[in-house]
């Protein structure tokens, strides 16, 4: 298929050792020497591929499947036709997951510019005499690595990146093309897709006499380990203090974090979330695409905010909430169901007087 140029099928997995890598219960075992390459949808699995499903939605497409193996859980396992092995498992989707990155280990990072086997610095780079790179760094062409820049082992710097005086990059991190990074400190794992800003200034100015006045920016970036940073996302580095993004967060493409904003652990932000400075978010937190933030605020664990919601002040763990401006979710929903139905009211009477 077509992705098939960019990410080839593994050399294969027997169903057996794939089970046991998942977790996972395989019911048939004279299937454990069948051999899996890639993961794809139920409606067009192959033999050498595994699938998984989620609900009974996908009945009909299980009539048609010849998938070579799916993962489910015991309330779906009566859907599955006779003829496809499968691999009994609490959470599928998870496992399907872990699947594609056992099977697809290249896609758990943006792909390099550079073709395997190149050289791992770049001629055409350049690199500061003063940075430290450990083993196994790629730099690729027209990348800027600055003075005293620190980069952990197999970190991957993407072509065309700019990495600022004295930033701090750990091990294991791919830093995609055309990223720029400043005044920033960068834990292990980290994923920063193509064309994100971190580190630039925060919009800080006070109203003066004779207009606005500049707030010096001196803060740093802090990111932790295991955070993935999408696309054209900006994060600005703090004023005083510095902005904060816990470990295990993945944001989304095109999100705005504001200066000395902190963000806890394994947070899930995303597209076009906006959010102001110095608002405190706590650990396991959901933002649903397209929703601002208020500043100054603190918002608890757990918290799961509906897209396109306004936060304009501190919101109690463990809650959900939506609209603008955001609260509870079941009194958002009770108010669209009252706005809906005298929309609907007006227009059957409209209706009538004609």
């Given at each position: 298929?077509?992705?098939?140029?960019?990410?080839?099928?593994?050399?294969?997995?027997?169903?057996?050792?794939?089970?046991?890598?998942?977790?996972?219960?395989?019911?048939?075992?004279?299937?454990?020497?069948?051999?899996?390459?890639?993961?794809?949808?139920?409606?067009?699995?192959?033999?050498?591929?595994?699938?998984?499903?989620?609900?009974?939605?996908?009945?009909?497409?299980?009539?048609?499947?010849?998938?070579?193996?799916?993962?489910?859980?015991?309330?779906?396992?009566?859907?599955?036709?006779?003829?496809?092995?499968?691999?009994?498992?609490?959470?599928?989707?998870?496992?399907?997951?872990?699947?594609?990155q056992f099977l697809h280990p290249e896609g758990k990072q943006p792909l390099p510019v550079a073709r395997p086997g190149?050289?791992?610095?770049?001629?055409?780079?350049?690199?500061?005499?003063?940075?430290?790179?450990?083993?196994?760094?790629?730099?690729?062409?027209?990348?800027?690595?600055?003075?005293?820049?620190?980069?952990?082992?197999?970190?991957?710097?993407?072509?065309?990146?700019?990495?600022?005086?004295?930033?701090?990059?750990?091990?294991?991190?791919?830093?995609?093309?055309?990223?720029?990074?400043?005044?920033?400190?960068?834990?292990?794992?980290?994923?920063?897709?193509?064309?994100?800003?971190?580190?630039?200034?925060?919009?800080?100015?006070?109203?003066?006499?004779?207009?606005?006045?500049?707030?010096?920016?001196?803060?740093?970036?802090?990111?932790?380990?295991?955070?993935?940073?999408g696309a054209n996302t900006t994060i600005d580095r703090g004023t005083m203090d510095d902005t904060v993004i816990g470990?295990?967060?993945?944001?989304?493409?095109?999100?705005?974090?504001?200066?000395?904003?902190?963000?806890?652990?394994?947070?899930?932000?995303?597209?076009?979330?906006?959010?102001?400075?110095?608002?405190?978010?706590?650990?396991?937190?959901?933002?649903?695409?397209?929703?601002?933030?208020?500043?100054?605020?603190?918002?608890?664990?757990?918290?799961?905010?509906?897209?396109?919601?306004?936060?304009?002040?501190?919101?109690?763990?463990?809650?959900?909430?939506?609209?603008?401006?955001?609260?509870?979710?079941?009194?958002?929903?009770?108010?669209?169901?009252?706005?809906?139905?005298?929309?609907?009211?007006?227009?059957?009477?409209?209706?009538?007087?004609?």
């Amino acid at each position: 298929m077509e992705h098939e140029t960019f990410y080839p099928p593994h050399a294969g997995v027997s169903l057996k050792e794939l089970a046991d890598r998942l977790g996972a219960e395989l019911l048939q075992d004279e299937a454990g020497d069948r051999v899996i390459r890639s993961v794809a949808p139920v409606y067009r699995a192959k033999p050498s591929d595994i699938c998984y499903i989620l609900s009974r939605r996908n009945k009909a497409e299980l009539e048609t499947c010849d998938a070579g193996a799916i993962l489910c859980d015991a309330a779906l396992r009566s859907l599955i036709p006779e003829h496809i092995p499968v691999l009994l498992i609490k959470n599928p989707h998870a496992a399907f997951a872990l699947a594609g990155q056992f099977l697809h280990p290249e896609g758990k990072q943006p792909l390099p510019v550079a073709r395997p086997g190149a050289l791992d610095i770049s001629p055409a780079a350049f690199v500061d005499p003063t940075a430290r790179l450990e083993d196994g760094v790629v730099v690729e062409p027209m990348a800027v690595i600055g003075a005293d820049v620190e980069i952990g082992a197999g970190s991957l710097i993407g072509a065309g990146a700019v990495i600022g005086r004295g930033v701090k990059i750990g091990r294991d991190c791919s830093i995609a093309a055309g990223t720029s990074i400043i005044a920033s400190y960068i834990g292990n794992g980290v994923i920063i897709h193509n064309g994100a800003r971190i580190g630039q200034d925060g919009f800080g100015y006070a109203p003066g006499p004779r207009g606005m006045v500049k707030i010096v920016q001196i803060g740093r970036v802090i990111i932790q380990d295991n955070v993935e940073i999408g696309a054209n996302t900006t994060i600005d580095r703090g004023t005083m203090d510095d902005t904060v993004i816990g470990e295990g967060t993945k944001i989304d493409n095109q999100v705005q974090i504001a200066h000395n904003v902190r963000i806890g652990r394994h947070c899930g932000i995303v597209a076009q979330v906006g959010i102001a400075g110095s608002t405190v978010i706590g650990d396991g937190v959901l933002i649903g695409g397209g929703s601002g933030v208020n500043g100054h605020i603190k918002i608890g664990d757990g918290v799961q905010i509906a897209a396109m919601s306004g936060v304009i002040g501190d919101l109690p763990p463990g809650e959900k909430f939506g609209g603008i401006p955001a609260r509870p979710l079941g009194d958002f929903l009770r108010d669209c169901a009252q706005i809906m139905g005298r929309s609907e009211g007006k227009s059957k009477v409209g209706k009538g007087q004609k």
